[in-house]
């Protein structure tokens, strides 16, 4: 296991700073950069004593790995993975439980912009498999804009065992598909829920799509014949809000 990594953006260091102050062993801002949207984050840092750097933009650039890092880049500590055991902590605490289910999302910007709609939406975890599926890295933070310290992502061995499991506890469990039973809008998304997504084009995979107890389509009224996962994913959770807020 890594013993560092950087994170970078100012929404995603301000959201490690926040939640988990604990990680971050090193702050490098950009030389000049010290205006007032950077200046929270300085306070911060002072705070809890973390040094902090100056240096050139080449330097932040080769750090993280990227241009788009804002002028501000954390060296942290990796976070801790969860697996299944944490995710039978959390199904404990949750008397509704709200899950979404990701398979087979490999690219960092999507799984990015799916944990930014659930942490809008309220969603208490979501779960991925430990394979074929991308993890929580520096790219999948700075395009969750600080959601991936606030919802935690369950990454585990075996995706159809945990919906089985989740279905024991209780969990109904709503999937996508194009050979749907019904469309979203007629689906019920009240009580204790899961929704799985697959990947655009792909979709869920067999197995997955068995764990399932309805699925169900977005209606499509357009040539396009698939929509991007993380915009799927933002219209199936706010349906559900809306469902379960009534």
Request: glycine share 8%; hydrophobic share 40%.
């Amino acid at each position: 296991m890594k013993k560092q990594e950087f994170i970078f953006g100012i929404h995603a260091v301000e959201s490690v700073l926040k939640h988990s102050p604990e990680r971050i062993l090193e702050l490098f801002l950009m030389q000049g950069r010290l205006d007032e949207r950077v200046a929270p984050l300085i306070q911060l840092a002072r705070e809890y004593g973390i040094s902090m750097p100056q240096t050139s933009r080449k330097v932040l650039d080769e750090k993280a790995g990227s241009t788009q890092h804002q002028g501000v880049v954390a060296r942290v500590k990796p976070a801790k993975a969860l697996t299944e055991h944490d995710l039978d902590d959390l199904l404990d605490k949750q008397d509704t439980p709200f899950l979404l289910i990701l398979d087979g999302v490999t690219d960092p910007h999507n799984l990015g912009a799916c944990l930014r709609n659930a942490d809008a939406a309220g969603v208490h975890g979501i779960i991925v498999p430990k394979d074929n599926s991308v993890s929580l890295t520096a790219t999948v933070s700075k395009v969750a804009c600080g959601a991936a310290e606030t919802v935690p992502l369950f990454q585990v061995t075996n995706l159809a065992r945990s919906m089985r499991h989740l279905q024991e506890k209780g969990v109904w469990i709503i999937g996508t598909a194009g050979e749907a039973d019904c469309d979203l809008y007629q689906a019920q998304l009240k009580g204790p829920l899961a929704i799985a997504m697959g990947a655009e084009g792909k979709g869920l995979r067999r197995l997955s799509r068995e764990c399932c107890d309805t699925l169900v389509s977005i209606p499509m009224a357009g040539s396009v014949s698939s929509l991007n996962v993380s915009v799927a994913t933002g219209i199936c959770l706010f349906e559900a809000v809306r469902q379960r807020l009534g």
